[in-house]
């Protein structure tokens, strides 16, 4: 092959070469702005259903706050469940070997030798 | 052909050409212009949403929220149907007819018809699809607690602006100012997302106030109120020791949710905006400074056995002839006889000085508005009655948060202490931006008030004026008052209207707590002792068995099973 028709060949596939680049380029370019502006669609779609969500939330959160006062705990305490609010002279004191919170529960810090404490 | 085709190629570049000068005049000849139309079409200015800062009790619990709901207006020029429409709205919102038709007539393009509507009726509205309206986001300060702690907590107005209690004093840390930002928008109207964040909220607030102790004050004030048919009564409970408010409550009372339907008297924090004569509670004054002063001992003995003495041109008397009391029994049994001899000896300008030392005529500098400042007059404006007077708790007005205060220096060893309501400031994010330490000032000496409190203590036991003030288990320390009200027609004390009041401090060794109760116009009975010290004894157990307080009548180390 001589360097004329080697020229000749290059010469000949330059131009769609150049074609096909600008498009591939412009199309990208397209493509991407397309994408980027899509892409802000859903943002602000979530965005909307994210403050829908915390709106929500913040008329739960009164809600729950409302029902958690204590008027309507006592009113539920005493007239539904029949509980009484603890008398002073009632309450139980224990002695205690070691220093430290006892639970009435027998939730125990080191287990049976603290519920032994307890009886002691 | 060769012709045609020249003609048809120079026809096409002359359009690309033409092409070419148009790209040319609108991206580089008027391109600023065209840009800024460009970007006024695309681009939104909206309102960011200002949230005030939720109020917090001491534990966290919430007691002042915000509410997300909407506000109805109207582009009156867009209405198609103005009776139909005003009909339509009024039957849902439950507005008048007449003023929705005001409106939908008033002209110009943006009208508020209804502002914060329930969800329900905004619902409704959006369903009858009337052109020409529309909503915006607005918050509703909600107050979950309901009429609880409704005179530290205040209000809002409808533009959620403070206008009393905490919500007015810390309106600016609450508040946040609002601003504009732009949001992109297409053809269509439907905004692209910026990054920005459109809502902007208030400091939250953390209360010293406790839900629970709150509770216990208001139910017993109710209790009280039926009991003895009283016109008001008022009760503070304070840590004595740091000047923190864990509760503090007025009757009669409102319910910050539905304010129209409230009246001013109701919203009155007589706490700390109404002074009265505090009666024998004022007897700390004469009684401190006269154990501070050295004029006095525990058994220096008073003679009070006519019931009665005379000071300038008045005459004053005791409820019972005590006979020969010492020091202690004179504040023990409350004896007016007694305490004018102390305040005698004391004399007239050194009572001025330990009263303004306690804090009486001044502001104690809580923290919520509207505190006024009481009245004792200077010793140069007493007449010759007063030094009498004075001594027994008339001619001076005090709040009862003043009272208070006083007797917490006698819990705290001495020292005065500054009364707040709020502890701390916290951001959004939850990172503290304030805390609130009251300041303390030496007014007695420790011993002083060691043996002031161990007078005080006598008060509640066998012998004293408020036996029905003692708390089974622990011991209180404490004084009743009994005033009689000004008549303002006479302008005499009348002999019907008293103010009955008993203030302490629980347990008396070791004090969690100090609390005033106040009741006024008592009917039935009007001592403190009868009236005011069973409300102290009540709240006080239920408050010592809420804090975990134990007994001290139990044999030692015990400890408290916890619930």
Redesign the interface.
Known sequence: MTNLHRRSMVSYMITPLFITFLLCGIFGIVWLRSNFTSVEYTISELENKKADRLREAKMLLAEKASLMSMHKMEKTAVRDLGLVFPDRKKVMYVKEKNPGIQKASLETSSGWDRRKAVVD | MRKRAIILNTAIAFGFLIVILRLADIMILNHERLYARAKMQQLKGEDVQVRRGIIFDRHG??MA????LESLYCNPAEIASVEKSAYVLSGITGKPLQAILTKLNSGGHFVWIDRKLEPEVARKVKETKIKGLGFV?DAKR?Y???Q?ASHILGFVDIDNKGLEGVELKYHNALSTSGRKVLL?RDASG????Q?VDI?STGNNLVLTID??L??IVEAELDRAMEKWRAAAAAAIMMDPHTGEILALANRPSFNPNYLSGSRNFERRNRAITDYYEPGSTFKIIIGAAALEEKEVSLDTPFDCSRGAIEVGRRIMHDANKHGLLTFKEVIQKSSNVGSVMVGMKLGKERIYRYAKAFGFGEKTGIDLPGEVSGLIRPPERWSGVSIGSVAIGQEVAVTPLQVLRAYSAIANRGLLVTPHVVSRVVSPEGKTLRTFTGETKRVLSQKTAETFKDILKTVTEEGGTARSAAV??NKVAGKTGTAQMMDPSTKRYSTEKYISSFVGFVPADNPKIALIVVIYEPRGHIYGGVVAAPVFKKIA??A??YLDV??ED??G???????
Not at chain 2, 65 to 68: G, S
Not at chain 2, 190 to 193: A, G, V, Y
Not at chain 2, 557 to 563: A, F, I, K, N
């Open positions: 619990r919430e929220v915000n509410l997300e986001q909600f979950p607690k309901g609880l992109s439907k905004t692209l997302s990054g809502e839900e629970g709150q509770y089974s288990g157990e239920n010592l068995s134990p007994r139990g044999p180390d015990m400890l408290v099973v916890s619930r």
